[in-house]
C-alpha cells in the first residue's frame, strides 16, 4: 500500500500520483501544514474545505478515506508511513519556489526515514522546462510557448479509482474553518468538488465555448468557464478539461466555433505559461522580472489604495469590478485587467500592493497566475503590457459594459443612471453628477494626467532611453 499524499490536487479523477498509488492500493492523506496556511486567506481556506470534504466523501463512499494530519509534512508523511505499514508516498508536483524548497525537506526527511516516494507531473499538460526555444532556454514570449504548447501531444486522462484500488482506512474528520483560525469568507463562493467543477465545465461546453472568442470580453455576460478556482486546487483535472475541449472541436460547425475553442485552449496554455515562467524565475514572487536601470518611482497613497480596494474611485468599471470582487471572491479577467492597470498606472502603486490584495479576496488566487498577470498588467513582466499602452477605464467601460449593465449589478448607486452618463461620469459636472447619483464619488484622479505621469515614471526608471509610440486602450 502507498499513500497519496493531495496537496492541490483535490480530486479522486484524473490523478497521476494518486493512479500510481493505486497499483498497489492508495491511501489517501492530506496535511493541514500551518506554514502553508499561514499565507491563506478565507475564501481560499473555506473553498479547499469544501473541496476537501467533497474528496473525503468521494472515498468514503468507496470504503477508503481521506486521512487528516496536522503539522509539517517533513514530519507526519514518515509518521503516516510507519503507522499504517505503507511502502512509500506518491504526490504531485508543485512548481513555485516555496512549494519546491518544502518538497526538498519532505524528500530528504523520507530518505532519512528510509522511506520510499514518487513524485509526478500531474497539474499541467506540459511541465515547465519541456516547452522551450530551439537553444533550449524558456520561453519569455508567450506566443511561440503558446504555440508549441497547442502543437504537442495531450495524454488522456485517469479513470477515479474504484473500491479495490483504495485501501480500507477510517479517518478522522476535518477540521473547520474556525479550527484553522480564519473567519467565515464575506463573499459567496462558488460550490467546491469535482462535481461541481464539472457542472461548470458542462456548462460551458454547451454554449459558451463556441462564442469564447467573441464574448469572452463581455462584462455583463461573463460566458467563461469559471474553472479558475477548480484548476488551483486541482478540483478538476488538466487532462480532463482538455478532452471535453476536443469533444467540442468534433462537434463544432463553423470556423468559428474552432477559433472559439482554440481561444479557451490557449487561456489555458497562459496558465502553463506562467507556471513555466515563475519556476524558471522563482524570484518573480516579490520582484520585478524586468530589470529598470532605476527604482520605480511608485506612489504610496494610502487613500488612493484604500478608495481602489472599496470600490470608490469614481471611475464606474473599476469600482463595480472591485465589488466584484468582495461580494464573489471573483472578477473576470477583462475587469481584473483594468482595475489593475488602474491600479498601477492611474493610481501608481506598486502591483504587488494589488497582488496581496487579490491574494486576500480572490477564491481562485494562485501563485503563478496571479504574479504572472500582475506583473504583466503593471508592465514589469515577461512578455508585458508595455508601459506606454494605458488602459482608459472609461473607454474600457463603454467597448466591454456598452449599456452598464455589470456596473449597475455591482454598483447600486449607478442603477437608475443612464449608460451614457455612467461612460461619460469624469467630464459631468459636479451639478450634474450630484443631480443623477448624490451617493456615488466624483473621480479621485484625473486618467489624462496620470497617464502622462505614469509613463514618465516607466520612461524614468528605463533611464529614459525610450523611443517607443504611445498608445491607449
Ligand atoms: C491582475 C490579474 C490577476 C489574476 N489573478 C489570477 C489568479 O490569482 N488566479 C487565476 O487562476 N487567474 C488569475 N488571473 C487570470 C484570469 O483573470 C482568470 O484565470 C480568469 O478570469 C478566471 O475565469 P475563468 O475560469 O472563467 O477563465 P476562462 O476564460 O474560462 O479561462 C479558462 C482557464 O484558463 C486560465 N486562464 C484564463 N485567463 C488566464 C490568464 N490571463 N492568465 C493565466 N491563465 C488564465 C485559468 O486557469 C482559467 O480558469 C488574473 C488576471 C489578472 C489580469
Not at 10 to 22: E, P, Q, S, Y
Not at 354 to 363: A, Q, T
Request: hydrophobic content about 30%.
Amino acid at each position: 500500500m502507498r499513500l497519496h499524499w493531495h496537496r492541490q490536487d483535490l480530486r479522486a479523477a484524473d490523478n497521476t500520483g494518486l493512479t500510481a498509488a493505486v497499483e498497489d492500493e492508495a491511501l489517501p492523506v492530506f496535511v493541514f501544514d500551518p506554514e502553508i496556511l499561514e499565507h491563506g486567506a478565507p475564501p481560499r481556506v473555506a473553498f479547499m474545505l469544501d473541496a476537501l470534504e467533497s474528496l473525503q466523501e468521494t472515498y468514503r463512499e468507496k470504503g477508503s478515506d481521506l486521512l487528516v494530519a496536522h503539522g509539517d509534512p517533513a514530519e507526519e508523511l514518515p509518521r503516516l508511513i510507519e503507522e499504517h505499514e505503507a511502502e512509500g508516498v506518491t504526490w504531485n508536483r508543485d512548481y513555485t519556489g516555496l512549494a519546491r524548497e518544502r518538497d526538498r525537506r519532505v524528500e530528504d526527511a523520507l530518505a532519512d526515514a528510509g522511506s520510499e516516494y514518487e513524485r509526478f507531473h500531474d497539474a499541467v499538460h506540459h511541465e515547465p522546462g519541456s516547452i522551450t526555444t530551439n537553444d533550449g532556454d524558456p520561453y519569455s514570449v508567450f506566443t511561440y510557448f503558446g504555440n508549441k504548447w497547442l502543437d504537442h501531444g495531450k495524454e488522456d486522462s485517469y479513470p477515479e479509482p474504484d473500491a479495490a484500488g483504495l485501501a480500507d482506512a477510517d479517518g478522522e474528520e476535518l477540521p473547520s474553518l474556525n479550527d484553522l483560525g480564519f473567519e467565515q469568507p464575506d463573499a459567496t463562493l462558488p460550490n467546491a468538488g469535482t462535481e461541481a467543477a464539472r457542472d461548470r465545465l458542462d456548462a460551458f461546453c454547451e454554449d459558451d465555448i463556441h462564442v469564447y472568442e467573441e464574448e469572452r470580453d463581455d462584462l455583463a455576460s461573463e460566458p467563461t468557464s469559471r474553472l479558475s478556482q477548480d484548476l488551483s486546487y486541482g478540483t478538476i483535472g488538466i487532462r480532463e478539461v482538455y478532452e471535453r475541449t476536443e469533444e467540442a472541436m468534433e462537434s463544432a460547425e463553423t470556423d468559428e466555433q474552432r477559433e472559439s475553442i482554440a481561444d479557451f485552449r490557449s487561456e489555458l496554455a497562459w496558465r502553463e505559461f506562467n507556471i513555466d515562467v515563475i519556476y524558471h524565475n522563482p524570484s518573480n514572487v516579490s520582484q520585478n522580472h524586468k530589470d529598470f536601470q532605476n527604482p520605480i518611482d511608485w506612489r504610496e497613497d494610502e487613500d488612493e489604495l484604500d478608495a481602489w480596494k472599496a470600490g470608490e474611485t469614481g471611475y464606474p468599471v473599476v469600482d463595480a469590478a472591485m465589488r466584484q470582487l468582495k461580494e464573489e471572491a471573483y472578477i473576470h479577467n477583462r475587469a481584473r485587467m483594468i482595475v489593475g492597470s488602474f491600479l498601477t498606472k492611474d493610481l501608481r502603486q506598486d502591483w504587488r500592493r494589488g497582488y496581496e490584495h487579490f491574494r486576500d479576496l480572490l477564491v481562485d488566487h494562485n501563485t503563478p497566475n496571479d504574479n504572472g498577470n500582475w506583473q504583466w498588467i503593471g508592465s514589469t513582466g515577461t512578455d508585458a503590457q508595455p508601459y506606454f499602452r494605458v488602459f482608459n477605464p472609461m473607454k474600457q467601460g463603454s467597448d466591454y459594459d456598452p449599456e452598464a449593465e455589470y456596473v449597475a449589478r455591482y454598483v447600486p448607486e449607478l442603477e437608475a443612471v443612464d449608460p451614457e452618463d455612467i461612460h461619460s461620469w469624469h467630464e459631468l459636472s459636479e451639478a450634474e453628477r450630484e443631480e443623477v447619483a448624490p451617493e456615488y464619488p466624483a473621480p479621485i484622479v484625473d486618467h489624462g494626467e496620470r497617464r502622462e505621469e505614469a509613463i514618465s515614471m516607466f520612461e524614468q526608471a528605463r533611464g529614459g532611453d525610450d523611443d517607443d509610440d504611445e498608445d491607449e486602450e
